[in-house]
Structure formats: C-alpha cells, structure tokens
C-alpha cells in the first residue's frame, strides 16, 4: 500500500480547553488513486491533510509512505520528504503577487528531480495566453491553474488539495476539477482531495466520511464515473 495510516492522533490546548481533532483514525490509500475527503466544517479533515503533508505534527500513530513512517522523521528528512513526494494546492492561491505565471510556477522547479517540461505545463494548463502576466492581472480560476502549475512542476507523488475549488464558481470549477482528472490519469498523481462538496465525489476512487475527527465510513466508489459528465450539473 502506497499510503498507510494507523492509529492518528492530534490534539490542539492543554487541561480542560484540550480539543482532540484527529481520533485514533486508519486509513490505506492506493497509489496513483484519487482519495476524497468529506465532512462537516470542523470534522478534522484540513487537519487530517496536514498531517499527511507534515506541515502538522502527530500526537502518535504512524503515516507511511511508500515505506518511510514520517511521523518519525527529523526536520530535513521531512523537507526531503516534502521535495520529493508532496505538491499543495490550497483554496486561496498563495502566488507571488510581483512574478508572473511562468516566474510563480518555475519557484518551485529546483525543488524536483525529474521536473515537468513548463511550456509543456503551461500548455496542459492553458495558460500559453496569460504566461507573462502577474497574478493581479488573472481570473481566479486562472490564479488556481497557475496554483496547480506549481504544485505539479516537479511531478509530485501526491498531491494534497484542501478545498482547491472553494473560491470559485461552479463554470470554473468544472474547468479545475476535470484538470486534476487529467493530471491523475496522465501523470498517475495520487491525489488527496479535502472537500464541503458531495456532489464531486463522482470522480474519486475511495470516498472517506470524518465526522468529529473519526472517520464514519471509507469505501471504493463503485460508481467512477468522469467529472465531465456533470458538465451541465451545479457543482
């Protein structure tokens, strides 16, 4: 299994004011999978994310990917690791708002070993029109595809979004979501996705259910189907 969870935990305060956000939570993930989670705001989801992404530390319990435990890691081994496996897309697009599209996405490009072509990149993103342009001067969808851009230029193993369509309308959100199916079918991206919407769970390939910091169901999606198919639909 290419990512194994057992037994997570992670609380926030001290004494009486002690919230327990992450509770004694397994989960497995195959690679080159879409994983969706779901939940209630406050069910621990972003938190669950950030653990995977070791930008949050556990209680215990253990995460291993591809073999390596990186609960048990020291700081530059969990940079490495970071280098190596991990590409971050947020709901907010974090872009330097004095680089252009080109200049933001080639910010991360010394990170990878094996980096993506970036014309090729910028053309899979369709932003060939828009490279030269600052972030100010960009529609939040195309702020997201350069956010995306980022994230994949040196080929990630996973890639972590935490509500990557939040900020968006329904058009555009459709437009970025069928990009992440490109980029999973294309490149074999296992993509962990945190999301408020049910309606999208069409594309993933394991749904997981937190509520209170447990998960209340985790199951394969029997009935895959393309994000295409809803072009018509609200997301």
């Known amino acids: 299994m290419f990512i194994e969870i057992k037994k997570l935990n992670k609380s926030y305060g001290e ?20 994983c969706m989670i779901i939940g209630a705001s406050g069910s621990g989801k972003s938190t669950f994310l950030n653990l995977i992404g070791a930008m949050d530390v556990a209680d215990s319990g253990s995460i291993v990917i591809d073999g390596k435990d990186i609960t048990k890691l020291k700081a530059a081994k969990l940079t490495d ?7 971050y897309i947020f709901q907010f697009y974090n872009l330097i708002p004095d680089l252009t599209v080109l200049e933001n996405i080639e910010t991360t ?12 990149l910028i053309r899979l993103l369709g932003l060939e029109e828009h490279k030269n342009k600052f972030p100010s001067q960009l529609s939040g969808g195309q702020q997201q595809r350069c956010a995306i851009g980022r994230a ?20 555009t959100s459709q437009d970025i979501l069928e990009l992440l ?11 962990i996705m945190v999301t408020h919407n049910n309606d999208i769970t069409c594309m993933a390939d394991h749904i997981v259910v937190f509520s209170d910091g447990k998960i209340v169901r985790s199951s394969k999606n029997k009935n895959k189907r393309s994000i295409k198919g809803m072009r018509n639909s609200a997301l």
């Open 15 to 34: 004494g009486d004011n002690k919230i327990k956000v992450i509770n004694n939570v397994s989960l497995d993930i195959e690679k080159g999978t879409i």
């Open 81 to 87: 690791y970071r280098r190596e496996y991990l590409g």
């Open 109 to 120: 490009q010394y990170l990878g070993k094996d980096n993506m072509d970036i014309d090729e």
């Open 152 to 171: 994949l230029v040196k080929k990630p193993s996973i890639l972590l979004c935490d509500e990557p369509t939040g900020a968006l309308d329904s058009k």
């Open 181 to 191: 199916e490109e980029v999973n079918e294309k490149f074999g991206t296992t993509i």
